[in-house]
């Protein structure tokens, strides 16, 4: 089958080579569905769907040039295959993410969904197999005082499942905890320093106006290079 169909790959209009692939395919094509039929009567049900589908992608690939016949209830014992896989892949990935083997049910889930997008409710699981492990990382950063970090997983956790958990309320806390760290850490650095602004004065050495939050942001950074 292969040569022929590289024959019409070159030449598409090659008479000879559509009846012969016709002929090859065809045949590979049925073998492929005597194998998959086997395997759903012997309820091996993800080889069942594995060999459908590349039955399928095989057929798919040969239709470019010629035309495959496939009894309709093939599609039939397929959909009974998948659906008995799935309700195993589901209970299985289930029982993982209650486990907290969240990357192996995430595998899971994300198999399921490429079999069936719409399955049960796999699309909110998915997404939770993705989240939980963020948000635990969150508490542990949290916890560590790594603010920054904290606050960049619960982000992560917040743009997969919006409000989950308390993502929201420990986001804004490592938020609030890295800005009074970072201020804690200033004014280490400025402990004991002498800052020097140059401003206008007169001759009893008194300053026209006064000295904005600016010029001591300026300063600061200039002389000690903190923002």
Not at 37 to 45: C, D, P, Q, T, V
Not at 142 to 164: H, M, N, P
Not at 183 to 193: C, F, I, P, S
């Amino acid at each position: 089958a292969k040569y022929y169909y590289m024959a019409l790959q070159k030449n598409s209009n090659n008479v000879e080579a559509k009846i012969y692939l016709k002929k090859t395919a065809q045949l590979i094509l049925d073998n492929k569905m005597a194998d998959f039929y086997k395997a759903h009567g012997m309820e091996s049900y993800k080889t069942a769907v594995y060999s459908y589908l590349d039955a399928m992608e095989f057929k798919g690939k040969m239709e470019r040039f010629i035309s495959l016949d496939v009894a309709p209830y093939y599609e039939e014992y397929f959909e009974e295959s998948k659906e008995n896989y799935l309700e195993d892949r589901y209970e299985e990935a289930n029982e993982l993410l209650e486990a907290g083997r969240f990357e192996q049910s995430q595998e899971i889930f994300e198999e399921i969904a490429k079999l069936d997008p719409n399955y049960e409710d796999v699309k909110a699981l998915k997404k939770v197999s993705k989240a939980e492990p963020l948000y635990n990382e969150g508490l542990e950063a949290l916890e560590a005082k790594k603010y920054r970090e904290a606050y960049a997983k619960f982000d992560e956790v917040i743009q997969l499942k919006g409000a989950y958990k308390d993502a929201i309320k420990y986001k804004e806390e490592a938020k609030e905890a890295a800005r009074v760290d970072e201020y804690k850490q200033m004014a280490e650095k400025l402990d004991g320093q002498t800052l020097k602004i140059g401003v206008k004065a007169g001759t009893s050495g008194k300053i026209f106006g006064s000295v904005t939050n600016i010029q001591l942001s300026q300063a600061i950074n200039d002389q000690f290079g903190l923002d």
